[in-house]
């Protein structure tokens, strides 16, 4: 629910282009106005069920049960190719891959947390082979304090974003948790063959559903499957390919964002419907490189290195890199949205299974093709897409007006920060 405040600033009404700089805004440098503290080592936080969360380098990452940090607070990663800043309401741990931030005065948190973002201190690099911020890179960067009733301002403002960009996502991420339960209850657990087994109607389920569901196994290589379905490898239900990478030393093969085709790097698959990407390449660079324009309703796996086992779902037509597997379901034995379930419910056993060694796994798309998994009737198929439709809508408006608002939050942040715009 959006509030009065919230409203006004929605309507763009508590902002005006007058530069908020006056004498009260002081001239500083981070190591004066904040501690940057080591995170502590921690065992065991990836299978603890205790009550405070565990921030790494990149995120959340565990549990334990005591705290390092009385929160609220800030997280800054420390060492790693990539390396994030978080925030957290509650008491939490800190490992040492990261640090937490401290102010040194009294301080607005949220506004803090903003100024890190727009200073970019997460991109300090050291030079090293393993990637790592130092502390002491950061303290001699001048920062432009404003008074704390400002801070505060700024802080409400940008963080309202935040807050209904982070709704519209929750809701796109329930909504998705729904339809992979009855993804799993169907096609993996088979919980209505088993119920029609027993002589029940399925729970839930209209007789005309359930008439579409045989009432019996039968043996095959994966196991007992429905009667009537089959074991079949993946590439049997899809057309699979993969896209590539215009060469960077040609300037006119990438575009601006917004002209030409978006290019999808393997980070950016997030296991959601993708709308866009970070980069564009041009006409001449599709042509020139072996890019490929996949259509919308693809589904795509990344293949290589930390993300392998990533998947996306395209909500308009994308081109990917050579990393990215990219799969269209088959007419009249596949659809688009029951493939991009099933191949999330398969990507991480497709990806240990088929990993060839090294530090990192990398899996091939033969590989992915190969893999068998349990088909179902082509009917069943069209009646879970059928029965989905609407809620995968959902997901998709959801995720649309949550990377909106996430949008005016980031080109906000510059301009309140630098004191460019004023939060009356």
């Known amino acids: 629910m959006i509030n009065h405040d919230m409203y006004h600033v929605l309507r763009g009404r508590v902002l005006t282009s007058e530069s908020a700089i006056s004498s009260t805004w002081k001239e500083s440098t981070w190591g004066k106005e904040v501690s940057i503290n080591y995170g502590k080592s921690l065992r065991d936080y990836d299978t603890n069920t205790g009550d405070f969360q565990v921030f790494g380098t990149n995120g959340p990452i565990g549990w334990c049960d005591h705290f390092l940090v009385d929160g609220p607070g800030i997280i800054l990663g420390r ?96 909504t998705q948790k729904i339809i992979s339960t009855l993804f799993r209850s169907w096609f993996i657990d088979f919980e209505p063959v088993k119920a029609k087994s027993e002589g029940k109607l399925p729970y839930g389920m209209d007789e005309e559903t359930a008439a579409l569901f045989p009432d019996s196994f039968e043996d095959s290589e994966l196991g007992p499957i429905p009667t009537g379905w089959r074991a079949s490898p993946i590439s049997e239900i899809c057309k699979m390919s993969s896209g590539g990478t215009p060469s ?13 085709y978006p290019w999808l790097a393997s980070r950016e698959l997030n296991g959601n419907i993708i709308h866009d990407a970070e980069e564009y390449i041009s006409e001449l660079g599709l042509k020139n490189s072996s890019a490929k324009l996949f259509p919308e309703n693809s589904v795509a796996m990344a293949m290589y290195g930390a993300t392998a086992g990533r998947i996306g779902f395209f909500a308009k037509p994308l081109t990917t890199s050579q990393a990215i597997c990219v799969m269209l379901a088959k007419e009249n034995i596949c659809l688009p949205k029951y493939l991009y379930f099933l191949i999330g419910s398969e990507s991480w056993k497709i990806v240990w299974m088929n990993a060839l060694g090294g530090a990192q796994p990398n899996i091939s798309q033969q590989s992915i093709g190969k893999h068998r998994i349990v088909l179902p009737r082509f009917e069943i198929i069209q009646k879970f897409e059928s029965l989905v439709e609407e809620l995968f809508s959902i997901i998709d408006t959801s995720s649309i007006q949550s990377e909106k608002l996430a949008g005016i939050r980031d080109a906000l942040i510059p301009r309140l920060i630098s004191g460019e715009l004023k939060v009356n």
Request: contains cysteine; aromatic residues 12%.
């Open 248 to 260: 960077r030393s040609k300037e006119e093969y990438f575009s601006t964002q917004g002209v030409g």
């Open 79 to 174: 060492k790693g190719a990539t390396r994030g800043v978080f925030f957290s309401e509650r008491p939490f741990y800190v490992i040492d891959t990261a640090y937490y931030v401290t102010p040194n005065s009294k301080m607005n948190l949220r506004w803090l947390y903003f100024a890190i973002n727009y200073h970019r201190l997460a991109k300090i690099d050291d030079g090293s082979p393993i990637p790592s911020t130092p502390r002491s890179a950061i303290r001699n960067i001048p920062l432009l304090v404003p008074p704390v009733e400002t801070q505060e301002k700024i802080g409400n403002c940008l963080t309202n974003y935040d807050h209904l960009s982070l709704s519209n996502q929750n809701i796109a991420n329930i």
